[in-house]
């Protein structure tokens, strides 16, 4: 054990104890946090320069985790599963600020070890010193090139690197060679790493977007606010400003623009929670003369949907049903439905930082099968001649393109993969980049990415279901 030269604080740092809880909430709880982080900043009524940092802090350290753990392996001569959990944290985020941030090494050391002293025993506050010194006596570089070093091949290197699990990224390097562009890994990983600006959306029809704001590249609707607080600016049009990827806007759109719409067509959002399409898919019908309905299986989810939809006009009807059951109860009821499938979230790296240590291959395989029978199911409820969109926020093609080619061999004639690029780059603001893949079913998808397109990496694939068709598989 080495012993401090100066004794640490006693108490600790509000910011940094709150980044704590929520690093261990996550570790502990599965918590979320994105909800979790703003509760405690609000309970215990941080300043903004202290909330600001307290959400650097957590976000830093849970994105990066996966680095800094073998940074903490190194330098304890052990490996982390030989670390208490809580004193792991501990560690993590004091790592983060030795490494990435400019807070004082000196600082850094001392308000980990009260933390530690806090939250673990006696040896642990000795082992916790002596890590974190150590990590502070080489530099981030001299650190980088021992943790490379140590790497077992090529894509552990690259996974340490860009702190992502290796089965990530070798799913980001397919669905990337599916477009010849697997040679933008490392900008896509990069991409992932950096905290993405706040994006908003002014309703069609029900706002416009403020002055002063950056209207987005693609999205007719979205923008950014480069100053000012955006929940005063949501709070002042009373929810006909929120805040939605550029990415989701677009996927709501294709299905909204796809065709012209016919006035009293039926739409259903068939899996809405928490509301954010909907909303727009609303907003978009009302401009048009069709009606909406949402569904969502999750009670409490449903309920969020009911207040996310409250600013639109039109009378949104809420349904708390399986979706997997609609195509049998509601059969050949609905003229377009949005699936925004539940996914892994791989696309969303950027705004959920603990996912990418939380989601595992076996997630996938869980997840297609759901998302397989809720497209079939969907396919089911559409009129004949209504038209569908299949959307993931993850881009890894067990859940994309996977779902789609599967479906579609099953449905045969009586569905069509519509050319969804082409649907998309009418409605965008500025062209996108969107390579051409092949297709065997004839029609495109979609796939949105960070690093090229600045939203999550939205998938969107839009099919038609045909007029002549009995409707039913
Ligand atoms: C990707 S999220 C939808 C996001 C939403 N469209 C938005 O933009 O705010 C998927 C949703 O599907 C819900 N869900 C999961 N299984 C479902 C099922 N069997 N039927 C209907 N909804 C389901 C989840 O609770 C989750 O809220």
Redesign the pocket.
Known sequence: MTPTQAPPPSTVQPARRIAYDVLAAVSNDDAYANLLLPTLIARAALNSADAGLATELTYGTLRLRGYYDRVIAIAAGRDISQIDAGILDVLRLGAHQLLATRVAPHAAVNESVALARRVGSRSAVGFTNGVLRTISRSTPDEWRERVLAAAKNPDDRLAADFAHPAWILRAFRQALALEGRADELEQLLAADNEAPRVNLIALPGLAEVPEGAESNRHSPFGFTLSGGDPDAAIRHENGRLRVQDEG?QLAALALSRVRPTTAGERWL??????????ALLGAEAALSGATVTA????PA?AQLVRRAVAPVPGDITVTE????QVGELQPEAWDRILV????TGLGALRRRPEARWRKTAKDVADLTV?QQS?FLSAFDALKPGGVMAYVT?SPHLAETRGVVTDALRRLGPAAELLDTARVVQSIAVESLDLPAVDSPDGGTTVQLWPHRHGTDAMFIALIAKSPSTGGTR
């Open positions: 989701s959002d068939l899996c809405a929670g928490p509301g954010g399409k909907t569904n969502e299986l999750v989810r049903l399986d979706g997997t925004d499938a539940p996914c759901l809720l926020c």
